[in-house]
């Protein structure tokens, strides 16, 4: 199986094994290495993007293969053309794998049934966010070598949250112990994790702050931003309390002084670029593995 849906059906050995080549890639920073030339590789955004998009681009353009970009905003799906026909279509043209962002849940997993060519899940809505998850993996690992045994607590929005899902998902294959971290109408009670307090959270060795997403939310959701930082933000006298070891991440994009204070996201325990950065080796090894 080379496309990528999501990590909780993946192996762990499977998950092991594209961290590994990720820092194979990582060592071996040669701008264009051209091993996957001849192949096409096409962006599918139903929905924006701008790190996950632009990483992937980079990631193909160094493996050597040619990129088509696909944006539904300048396409026939403007004119109507459903998800399926236009990813059909570009099946039709002979690209080699598909990434694709699409918002409704469930329906990757649809097309992955009817499509040939391999699939790489770049977010599908609440779902799954794969190679984000992958990343984040890979950036706890950088800085403390093992997540067995790792606190990792993802605060915020959980509801909505593809990545809180894939993070879970994973981060246990590899014992570490995951907490959320919510408020009550933001929670997703279906997932098997415990909800403990912003005190508590800040205790762990990785504090994951998640985006509110104020596109995904029914109206008056959020009553106050203001309110909302107050009681879940990642505020500079929070951010003061967490361990010395401690590291903050978050997927990014990041609403500044909402869910965390502008100043910590370049704070020396954030690993929010970084995080950005190991986007690029991540997904040459999960592009690599599709098309090889
Ligand atoms: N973290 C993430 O998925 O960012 P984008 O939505 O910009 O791709």
Redesign the pocket.
Known sequence: ERSLLGLKDLDKEEIESILERAAYWEKHPVKVHGGQQGKFAANMFF?????????FEVAEKRLGAEVINFSAAASSVEKGESIYDTVRTLESMGIDVGVI?LKPAGLLAELAEKIKVPLVN??DGNNE?P??ALLDMYTMRKQFGSLRGLNVSIVGDILHSR?ARSNLYALRKFGANVSFCAPDNMQAKELDAPYISMDEALKADVVMML?VQLERHESGMLNSAEAYREQYGLTVERAQRIAPHAIIMH???VNRDVEIDGVLVEHPQSRIFP??EN?VPIRMAVIERALS
């Open positions: 929905e924006n993007s701008t790190r996950t998009r632009f990483s962002r770049a977010g966010h190679t984000q990545v985006r997927p990014a994009p995080q950005m986007g």
